[in-house]
């Protein structure tokens, strides 16, 4: 508490400065006040009362604001002690929680409020000054969650994770199986990262379609683990009938399982209005697209490019159960 003391010193020198300035102005006040009563009469005793009362109250005042003033100070001072332990700066090379952390390192960390020792350990954020393999992969920051991790990858080549290309200078997400703050390959999962762009081809709505993605993320699901998510269907030969974005689902070998997503449908018949709507596709049924609809009227097969099915939202999400947790 040594620097918060001299903040609470430095803190009364000016009170002691400017004290005896405010008690002057307060008596110049009091002889004026004195002053203007007996111009007007002698003042009463009742008068001279409250009068003594207020001078009274306006040194207690005086008193209590400078009190606060100090106890602000040291606290002000006590909190700016905690925030700059808190930021470390590694000035050797150490391996911290089984990290190899070059000099420089910067480390945020946590610090009790007695501040009576410092434990790198407890870091949850690192910034490396130069690229430091963590779980198999070179990052170059860490934040550390209870339950994920946010690592950022260098600049230059992509990074390759369980065979996803991930791109530069983004950032890639893990789950902390453990929730614990330390290294090891088994103890994270990867859940998600930005992607080299990367074109992807199916059979929706036809053959050899393609869309290009930039966004991998794990699904929950162990025999559907991945997803890969798109802004637009790309492929202008067919747009006039069909425009839609959502996720694309894969299984272990990354063959497509299910897209799902929004979609705009022109009609191709007269009688029929074009169609905008949630929707979900198989490619074991690759002549059927779901929707969601709790209307009964059905839709006839030539109002679009492919027949068109209404699910209720019970119904849907049994449809959503084949490909991910709903």
Not at 18 to 27: D, H, K, Q, S
Not at 109 to 138: C, H, M, R, Y
Not at 179 to 197: I, M, N, W
Not at 302 to 322: A, P, T
Request: aromatic fraction near 12%.
């Amino acid at each position: 508490m040594g620097e918060d003391m001299v903040g609470a010193y430095e803190s009364l020198a000016w009170w002691l400065m400017w004290g005896p300035v405010i008690f002057l102005i307060w008596v110049a006040c009091q002889v004026g006040l004195v002053r203007f009563i007996y111009h007007w009469g002698k003042p009463t005793f009742k008068q001279l009362f409250i009068s003594r009362i207020l001078a009274y109250l306006a040194i207690l005042m005086n008193l209590c604001t400078g009190v606060l003033i100090i106890l602000g100070e040291v606290e002000e001072r006590h909190r700016d002690r905690l925030f700059a332990a808190s930021m470390q700066v590694l000035p050797t090379e150490q391996v911290v929680n089984g990290i190899k952390m070059p000099a420089g390192t910067k480390l945020q960390i946590d610090v009790p409020e007695k501040l009576d020792k410092i434990d790198l350990t407890t870091f949850s954020e690192a910034e490396f000054p130069q690229p430091v393999n963590w779980n198999g992969i070179d990052v170059i920051s860490l934040l550390i969650q209870t339950e994920y991790v946010r690592t950022e990858l260098p600049k230059g080549k992509p990074t390759e994770i369980e065979n996803w290309l991930c791109a530069p200078e983004q950032s890639a997400y893990w789950k902390n199986k453990t929730a614990e703050k330390l290294s090891g390959k088994e103890k994270y999962q990867f859940l998600s990262c930005t992607l080299v762009p990367l074109e992807w081809t199916f059979d929706f709505p036809y053959k050899g379609s393609k869309v290009e993605t930039d966004l991998v993320e794990k699904n929950i699901r162990d025999d559907v683990p991945w997803k890969l998510s798109f802004d637009s269907y790309t492929t202008s030969k067919y747009d006039p009938l069909l425009s839609f974005y959502g996720s694309i689902y894969l299984d272990k070998n990354k063959r497509t399982v299910a897209i799902d997503g929004y979609m705009h449908l022109k009609n191709l018949n007269a009688q029929c209005e074009p169609l905008s709507s949630s929707f979900i596709w198989f490619p074991d049924k690759s002549d059927i697209i779901y929707i969601r609809s709790d209307e009964d009227k059905s839709i006839p097969d030539d109002c679009y490019f492919r027949k068109v099915v209404k699910v209720s939202d019970e119904e849907w999400k049994k449809v959503e159960g084949k490909f991910k947790d709903s």
